[in-house]
């Protein structure tokens, strides 16, 4: 008889998405490609051939893409080099979880006081510190909190970031472990995510039912249908479109990974479950956030902070940020029970 593996012990019945055949394929196409740019730009620097310089632009235009491809394929994995939950003398636990799909997630969790814990997700290229200054102070308010490092980030396991599309398995995977926690009221569970982790949250929320309430900061689009903008042309949308075409594209030729439902698609379905949207900045991503607050449903609520930058809004505005936060989770989770599905 074979010996199960750790995923079938576990009862999880999909194998991991690695690094494939597709993604070192991706990495010669990127490599061609710049070796291509670079002798397209050498030769119009000696020919001055105007039809030269435009395709050695073309080429710099999509190796920006695929840049960007690369950069969501390969996060970066910022270490954890402290724990501040020990300087604020907070009973914690270091656990190991598994997403759904079968990675093994390492995190920190922190037992409820006021019966309410919040699943914290961080953005990409970072890690479970990134929300530490809004975690210790939902912790010193009673929240118990669950602060953990997505595959590919921090100490969690996995070689490959594929934008959110699985990584939403993680979020499943963390809230599925809140589950089994003794401590944890399974009617006040929920979920904070910024940038990348907010639009994780969102789309995992969307079909998670054990998630009752949500904020959302800054969230990134998923798929190409969530950079709808305002009626209207926009030179700016026509020169950017064909690259963001190509990075979802390549993206799901290089990782072996279909493009999920996107924010638009989901956020409608995460009422009647309460959601704050959060938006730093102006521009292009502002506007984003609004259709994204227009298409959710009730009750919602929407933040916006223009006067700061992305991931900045803690700094400038710290009270009322705390306040926000730990404001809407006590409003929905602490003092309101069990919500009700229609």
């Not at 000696?46 to 840049?67: D, E, H, K, N, Q």
């Not at 390492?106 to 006021?114: D, E, Y």
């Not at 990134?220 to 305002?230: E, F, G, K, V």
């Amino acid at each position: 008889m074979p010996i199960p593996t750790d995923n079938a012990r576990r009862g999880i019945d999909v194998e991991p998405v690695k690094r494939g055949p597709r993604y070192y394929l991706f990495l010669l196409f990127l490599i061609t490609w710049g070796i291509l740019f670079l002798l397209a730009a050498s030769t119009a620097l000696t020919r001055l051939s105007p039809l030269v310089f435009l395709a050695a632009g073309l080429l710099l235009y999509y190796f920006y893409a695929l840049g960007n491809v690369h950069r969501s394929l390969n996060p970066v994995r910022t270490p954890i080099l402290k724990n501040p939950l020990t300087q604020l003398g907070v009973k914690f636990y270091d656990v190991v979880f598994p997403s759904r799909d079968g990675w093994d997630l390492s995190g920190w969790f922190i037992p409820p006081k006021n019966g309410a814990t919040v699943i914290l997700t961080h953005g990409m290229g970072g890690n479970r510190l990134d929300l530490i200054h809004i975690a210790s102070v939902l912790a010193e308010r009673g929240f118990g909190l669950l602060m953990y490092d997505m595959r590919a980030h921090g100490r969690s396991t996995g070689n490959l970031g594929t934008r959110g599309w699985l990584e939403v398995n993680d979020l499943h995977g963390a809230a599925d472990y809140l589950l089994t926690r003794p401590e944890v009221d399974h009617n006040k569970i929920g979920a904070m995510g910024f940038s990348l982790g907010g639009q994780i949250t969102i789309r995992a929320v969307a079909e998670n039912n054990s998630i009752k309430a949500i904020i959302t900061e800054d969230p990134s689009p998923a798929t190409l249908t969530d950079h709808q903008m305002s009626a209207g042309f926009s030179f700016r949308n026509l020169i950017n479109y064909p690259a963001k075409w190509m990075v979802y594209r390549i993206l799901s030729a290089a990782s072996g990974v279909s493009p999920p439902m996107g924010i638009l698609e989901s956020i409608g379905k995460v009422a009647p479950r309460p959601i704050l949207l959060i938006s730093s900045g102006v521009g292009r991503g502002q506007e984003l956030i609004r259709i994204f607050f227009d298409s959710a449903g009730n009750p919602k609520e929407l933040w916006e902070v223009p006067e700061t930058g992305h991931g900045w809004i803690y700094n400038d505005r710290p009270e009322v940020y705390q306040d926000k936060i730990c404001g809407f989770f006590e409003r929905w989770l602490v003092e309101i029970g069990e919500i009700e599905y229609t």
